[in-house]
């Protein structure tokens, strides 16, 4: 699979050198760098049902990432469960998630330059609207 444009933004030229000894740090090696860089969104939790599952469906995405030539990088966001908050304190937050979990996603994609994302959602609120 080849690189995009938008992964060598991150990963190539003498300027990028502080982004490869970060990556370099996390077991990559030179040839990673040719590779595009895809961003997998871990909604995983054990707080709801609706998400507890999401783990073996994360690997496998990043196994299959893997073996088409790409770099998986999980990055996690919040999960809130309305079944647990409500009737306390906790629901005032509940609605208000969904606009943390959309821009947290959004500016994780948009600060690590991968060629792509993928989301995994386990209930409507941890999907972003972006």
């Known amino acids: 699979m080849p690189n995009s444009d938008r992964s060598c933004h991150i990963t190539e030229g003498i300027a990028r050198s502080p982004n490869r000894a970060m990556f370099y740090s996390l077991g990559y090696n030179a040839d990673d ?11 995983h939790s054990t707080i709801t049902p609706c998400n507890a599952g999401l783990q073996k469906l994360l690997n496998a995405a990043a196994t299959a990432i893997q073996s088409e030539g790409a770099n998986p990088q999980i990055f996690g966001v919040p999960t809130i469960s309305d079944g647990m908050a409500m009737g306390t304190e906790g629901m005032k937050y509940s609605l ?4 943390v979990i959309a821009t947290a996603s959004s500016c994780q994609y948009k600060a690590s330059g991968w060629t792509a994302y993928s989301l995994s959602v386990g209930a409507t609120k941890t999907l972003p609207a972006d």
Request: glycine letters at 14%; proline letters at 7%.
């Open 96 to 99: 208000v998630s969904r606009e």
């Open 33 to 43: 760098f040719d590779k595009p860089m895809i961003g997998i969104n871990n909604g």
